[in-house]
């Protein structure tokens, strides 16, 4: 069997290329502008390790090509590296009132399907990833926050011990450890 390019470990890659309808832009950008790290869709989707949307406008002409190559459209690109497999996170991102809402500014986007129908357009719309290497290839977004949690109670029991005698600080991190 082929290794698949968009799975490094339990971690998979997705990019996802979508026209913007023509004039939605401005309406678009305001929309994704809003999102806070609270308050972003991927607050709620616990398998997420990375997610971002970006417009693009048009390639940069660097003037040193003799003529600029010119997009059609105006895209939406959207990345996410999350635990476990496509489809099933398809469907828990499009299950949220917020994809639907985005990709309506996109051409060809169920107007009012399922969240099926929301997670196949995004599959159909794509991109295979060429290469990804995920920094934890194995670990789930809830180990590697529980290994930062550890990490920062260990900081701070280091702060804590800089001056305890030796059998209270053997004491102290079986209590906390």
């Not at 809003?34 to 709620?44: K, L």
């Not at 939406?76 to 500014?105: K, M, Q, V």
Request: aromatic share 10%; glycine share 6%.
């Amino acid at each position: 069997m082929p290794l698949n390019p968009n799975v490094s470990g339990q971690a998979y890659a997705l990019t996802v290329l979508t026209p913007i309808v023509p004039g939605h832009e401005q309406e678009l950008r305001d929309l994704l502008e809003r999102y806070t790290d609270e308050s972003s869709p991927f607050a709620r989707l616990p398998r997420t390790h990375f997610g971002r949307w970006v417009m693009l406008d048009d390639f940069v002409h660097d003037g040193e090509q003799p003529k600029p190559d010119r997009l059609t459209s105006r895209y939406l690109i959207f990345t996410s590296n999350f635990d476990g497999g496509r489809d099933s996170y398809l469907e828990e991102l499009c299950a949220l009132p917020e994809a639907r809402e985005i990709w309506s500014h996109c051409v060809g986007a169920p107007a009012s399907g399922t969240t099926t129908e929301l997670a196949r357009y995004l599959e159909h719309n794509q991109i295979r990833t060429g290469f990804f290497v995920a920094a934890y290839p194995n670990a789930t977004v809830r180990h590697v926050k529980a290994s930062l949690e550890q990490r920062d109670a260990l900081v701070q029991f280091a702060m804590d011990a800089q001056r305890m005698p030796p059998d209270d600080l053997k004491r102290e991190f079986e209590t906390r450890f």
